[in-house]
């Protein structure tokens, strides 16, 4: 697939594009300031310690309103410039930065190699709707989130040169690769916090609670970067650190998109990746919506793979992710929880339906205590994390179908709603390559920026017996 810089064809469509974006955004812009108007916790608190009164909705509220009936009109003829212009879009935009770091050649037989994924929904939605998460200054949170992300692959290119690396910030999905190097299992003192508890085989599982995102992840997964100019904000921000930069990936666009990613050779075979992100439908009552989702996701991956693979192809890795909506605890998923996708790919967190592992916790943050003061900084949210009185409290809790509470969790162990996931599967038709789950991570560096909890995973991938013993 040729990766080019413009989602247009032509600087004509490109021009009429912006056009409509032009003639809609005073409509849009009053619309969003007067859900704006709705106030996080955290602003309540605020308004309380300085003992303001509550002018603003008053006076701000029937202005905006007038601006938002007047603008109508051109919004309506952005609209018409607008829709048009979506059929004739590619399904993504492109930014190439030129980095001195240049990619390793991956060869087998060799050394294992380890690929780190990170999925995050990151709710970069615009002020008035991220308020319905009690969540706001989007601009903010961008550039907390994108430096967030930068750390660890700062701290990593210092020690040693990263290869080239792909980004994909976008409204449903968003994926970074870059080819794995060497691993030399560092460890730093305090990162993480491995939960030491036995899974049914009577040994440690490999799940962790950690603060800070991986130094050396090669896969990251942004979910919810709704807003325009929340993901150019993140390339602004990233681009010194990644060379690809893929973005607005199915944003507005009518066309699908899928990425193939070639990692390295054997014997003149392509070792290849496939990576499928998603974030399905939200409402609780809509169970089926979901389960059709993702049987189209699985039908579109697989003719993906069926369409690109090539005779003699070593698949490394194949990885489904997002924010799937629902968990494996709560009464009200069990049809979800019974999907044919975990029959093809593998849960590192799940036994079975409602049956999680031991050291597996919730990734839904109970998104009206998230600016109280013992999930507030990262490290704090991993403490009380650690704790499952701190779970009960800041995690939100399993649901019927109806979405309301679910009464009969109240006495059971508390885990929380696990609705981010990062599943994997290995190809039968693939011998070369056996794999192995190094560590499963719930990650806490986003607290205050989002409601969810992000997660990594990291595979470990070894040429297996009979591919040594040929060689």
């Not at 469509?13 to 007067?34: R, T």
């Not at 409204?171 to 560092?186: D, I, L, N, Q, V």
């Not at 993702?294 to 003719?303: I, K, R, S, V, Y």
């Not at 490290?379 to 499952?388: A, F, M, N, P, V």
Request: glycine fraction near 8%; aromatic fraction near 8%; charge should be negative.
């Amino acid at each position: 697939m040729v990766l080019r810089e413009s989602p247009f064809p032509n600087r004509l469509l490109s021009g009429l594009y912006s056009l409509g974006q032009y003639l809609l955004f005073p409509s849009y812009w009053a619309a969003d300031c007067l859900l704006d108007l709705r106030e996080t916790t955290a602003e309540q608190q605020q308004r309380r310690c300085c003992r303001c009164c509550p002018l603003r909705a008053l006076v701000t509220g029937p202005l905006l309103l007038l601006l938002l009936i007047l603008s109508m009109p051109s919004a309506l003829l952005g609209l018409l410039v607008w829709l048009p212009m979506q059929a004739a879009r590619r399904p993504f935009a492109y930014k190439h930065n030129m980095l001195s770091r240049h990619p390793e050649v991956w060869e087998l037989p060799g050394t294992g190699k380890v690929f780190s994924f990170v999925s995050a929904n990151v709710c970069l939605l615009p002020n008035g709707l991220a308020k319905f998460s009690n969540l706001g200054h989007m601009k903010q949170r961008a550039a907390r989130i994108g430096q967030c992300l930068t750390q660890g692959e700062a701290s990593a290119s210092f020690a040693s040169p990263r290869s080239s690396q792909f980004l994909l910030p976008t409204k449903y999905g968003a994926t970074m690769a870059s080819p794995p190097r060497p691993e030399s299992h560092t460890h730093r003192p305090g990162a993480s916090m491995v939960i030491e508890l036995p899974d049914r085989e009577g040994e440690a599982g490999p799940g962790e609670i950690s603060v800070p995102f991986p130094p050396d992840v090669d896969f990251v997964c942004l979910q919810e970067v709704f807003d325009q100019r929340a993901g150019a904000h993140l390339c602004q921000l990233l681009s010194p650190f990644y060379e690809h930069i893929v973005y607005d990936v199915g944003a507005y666009g009518l066309q699908g998109c899928s990425l193939k990613v070639q990692l390295g050779a054997a014997h003149g075979q392509r070792i290849v990746g496939y990576l499928n992100c998603t974030h399905l439908h939200a409402p609780a009552a809509d169970a089926q919506i979901r389960c059709d989702q993702l049987t189209q996701g699985l039908f579109w991956a697989q003719l993906f793979q069926d369409t690109h693979t090539q005779r003699g192809d070593v698949i490394a890795f194949d990885v489904f992710c997002g924010d799937f909506n629902f968990d494996n605890c709560s009464s009200g998923d069990e049809l979800e929880q019974t999907h044919e996708i975990f029959r093809q790919y593998q849960d590192p967190c799940r036994v079975g339906p409602r049956q999680d592992r031991p050291w597996a916790i919730g990734t839904l943050l109970n998104y009206l205590h998230i600016h109280e003061e013992a999930v507030s900084t990262p490290e704090k949210l991993k403490r009380t994390l650690e704790q499952e009185e701190g779970r009960r409290t800041y995690l939100a809790g399993p649901i019927l179908q109806d979405g309301r509470p679910d009464p009969s969790a109240a006495g059971s162990p508390w885990e929380g709603r696990r609705i981010d996931y990062i599943l994997y599967r290995e190809h039968p038709t693939t011998i070369s390559l056996t794999t192995e789950v190094e560590k499963f991570s719930f990650i806490t560096q986003l607290a205050g920026c989002s409601d969810h909890v992000a997660v990594g995973l990291r595979l470990l991938l070894n040429a297996a017996p009979q591919w040594q013993q040929q060689v």
